[in-house]
């Protein structure tokens, strides 16, 4: 049975008492934080204008956030552990609201840059204290899964309308509104947590792993810059070079873990198999969904002309269906288990990029909403119940840890996404387009090879027959990358659904009969204890 650290720790009795009003202030700020990953997206045009930066320094203005929270999620959530769940999520509010008015008021890329990390760091505290706080607030798993719900549902909303609520705010303001409206939440949610949120830690911490934080930190922004930096400027020395450093190190973590008396985070966490299963649910979920915003909003605003703003209002379909699948999870989760839950999530999400498979230049908006139905409802179910199974199986006393490795599996699956998908598009549509186009000279159509947005900025320099000629060839070259790449998804989440029905023990995460009925035995749900909750079978 696990333990759990609430009131007892805390001397406040408030934390039941108050805990959906708790979940309200760690959704608005999980909200704030999800949606500064997209949110600067619209801005770009203009900010490129206001500072100039070059293009390097504009690769790192959008990048050093992602990396910054990807390196320290695990780190900041096994602190959060030691030092207390609710003081860390109010330093983070402080340095996150400090970081947005800073980049709001960024006179020089590189002051842009610095804020940015800055972000970076208030989000990697908040991101993890939310899920470990709700691991100690919510005690009965039914209630539990329902808040999850709502988190995975935030987390989705933010990625969704950032894109919006950017192109609003430079449509009426200028760029830096887009961080300053991020000052004042902060500084509701600060006053929120202060008195609504308990305090909670481990009650005997172990000594805090410094090598082990460092391998951590080092060794994920590595991996991430290789992955982000592979998929936008191919295998390169720098980009070999750098993931091969973050394997490396994450090597050496790995077996520093499984060697020292007191790691980093608790290895045995990954010997549950619902647990190792449920986190490679979350990077496979997150895989179907990075990529995919990637090429939808370059097909609508490339191929059919939309706005960034339009672009994200047309993701409204997947933000909806997140929001009727994750909590859809609330009821099927203790009465069928984490198994079936995770199959449905990962079995929709595949079945929706079937819909894609042959989408073309001319593709009505009806089937781009379909196929983003059914990933949004698929991502809210198998990322919720993979929540579930992840923050059940870990104790409350060291939540903070699972809390990270599951934000990590968050960053990383969706920079591989955007790293394979954008990839293996780019090259089919570089492939696609190697053919001779009547009235372009070849280095013209070397130009346009380069991706999307390369070829519709040449053809509209050529004139006449030439460039139409040139812009229909790269439309249907990208179409068929686009369709391909969907293909090659959805089988690959079809076939980890199927894996999952297989690797899942076929009671994890269901509720105990007789006693769930009742409303008892809120912490004693089959497998939540690992492998050794068989013990719990009627």
């Given at each position: 049975m696990d333990t759990v650290v609430n009131d007892t720790h805390s001397g406040d009795a408030g934390g039941a008492r108050n805990r959906w009003a708790v979940l309200a202030v760690l959704s608005v700020s999980l909200l704030v934080v999800a949606l500064d990953l997209t949110v600067l997206n619209v801005a770009l045009?203009?900010?490129?204008?206001?500072?100039?930066?070059?293009?390097?320094?504009?690769?790192?203005?959008v990048d050093v956030y992602s990396l910054v929270v990807a390196g320290l999620l695990i780190s900041a959530g096994t602190l959060g552990d030691r030092l207390g769940r609710k003081r860390f999520l109010c330093l983070g509010f402080l340095v996150f609201g400090a970081a947005s008015a800073v980049a709001a008021w960024a006179t020089d890329p590189a002051m842009l840059i610095a804020a940015r990390a800055l972000l970076g760091i208030g989000a990697a505290i908040i991101m993890p204290s939310t899920l470990s706080i709700i691991r100690n607030v919510f005690t009965d798993r039914r209630e539990r899964t329902v808040a999850?719900?709502?988190?995975?549902?935030m987390s989705a909303a933010g990625a969704a309308v950032g894109p919006v609520v950017g192109g609003v705010m430079i449509e009426h303001f200028w760029w830096g509104s887009v961080f300053l409206i991020n000052v004042p939440i902060m500084v509701v949610a600060l006053i929120a947590a202060l008195a609504l949120v308990p305090e909670s830690r481990h009650p005997n911490p172990p000594r805090w792993d410094a090598v082990g934080a460092v391998l951590s930190v080092v060794g994920l922004i590595s991996l991430v810059y290789a992955i982000q930096h592979g998929g936008a400027e191919?295998?390169?020395?720098?980009?070999?070079?750098?993931?091969?450093?973050?394997?490396?190190?994450?090597?050496?973590?790995?077996?520093?873990?499984?060697?020292?008396?007191?790691?980093?985070?608790?290895?045995?966490?990954?010997?549950?198999?619902?647990?190792?299963?449920?986190?490679t649910a979350v990077v496979l979920a997150m895989f179907g969904m990075g990529g995919l915003m990637l090429l939808l909003t370059q097909h609508w605003q490339f191929i059919g002309g939309a706005s960034p703003m339009e672009s994200g209002l047309r993701l409204l379909p997947l933000l909806?269906?997140?929001?009727?699948?994750?909590?859809?999870?609330?009821?099927?989760?203790?009465?069928?288990?984490?198994?079936?839950?995770?199959?449905?999530g990962l079995g929709l999400i595949g079945a929706a990029f079937f819909v894609l498979v042959n989408v073309r230049p001319d593709t009505e908006y009806w089937v781009f909403a379909v196929a983003l139905a059914g990933i949004g409802a698929g991502a809210g179910c198998a990322m919720t119940a993979a929540s579930d199974a992840i923050m059940s199986t870990a104790e409350a006393?060291?939540?903070?840890?699972?809390?990270?490795?599951?934000?990590?599996?968050?960053?990383?699956?969706?920079?591989?996404?955007?790293?394979?998908?954008?990839?293996?598009?780019?090259?089919?549509?570089?492939?696609?387009?190697?053919?001779?186009?009547?009235?372009?000279?070849?280095?013209?159509?070397?130009?346009?090879?380069?991706g999307l947005p390369d070829a519709v900025a040449t053809a509209r320099a050529l004139p006449?027959?030439?460039?139409?000629?040139?812009?229909?060839?790269?439309?249907?070259?990208?179409?068929?990358?686009?369709?391909?790449?969907?293909?090659?998804?959805?089988?690959?989440?079809?076939?980890?659904?199927?894996?999952?029905?297989?690797?899942?023990?076929?009671?994890a995460g269901r509720q105990v009969r007789g006693k769930a009925e009742h409303g008892e035995g809120t912490e004693e749900t089959v497998g939540a204890a690992g492998e050794h909750g068989s013990k719990h079978l009627d």
């Open positions: 045009p203009t900010l490129s204008t206001e500072i100039e930066p070059s293009s390097v320094q504009l690769l790192w203005i999850l719900a709502v988190w995975a549902t191919g295998l390169e020395a720098q980009t070999i070079i750098t993931g091969v450093l973050g394997v490396v190190l994450l090597a050496a973590l790995v077996m520093r873990v499984l060697r020292v008396p007191d790691p980093l985070f608790d290895p045995g966490l990954f010997r549950n198999r619902a647990f190792s299963v449920a986190v909806l269906a997140t929001m009727i699948g994750a909590p859809a999870m609330s009821v099927i989760v203790p009465r069928y288990g984490t198994r079936y839950a995770m199959m449905i006393d060291s939540a903070g840890g699972a809390a990270g490795i599951e934000e990590t599996s968050y960053e990383l699956g969706n920079g591989l996404s955007v790293a394979i998908m954008g990839s293996i598009a780019a090259a089919l549509f570089r492939r696609e387009m190697d053919v001779s186009v009547p009235g372009v000279d070849e280095r013209y159509l070397e130009a346009a090879r380069e006449g027959a030439a460039g139409e000629e040139l812009k229909r060839r790269a439309d249907d070259a990208f179409t068929d990358a686009f369709g391909f790449t969907s293909l090659c998804t959805g089988i690959l989440l079809v076939v980890v659904a199927v894996a999952v029905s297989l690797l899942i023990p076929r009671e």
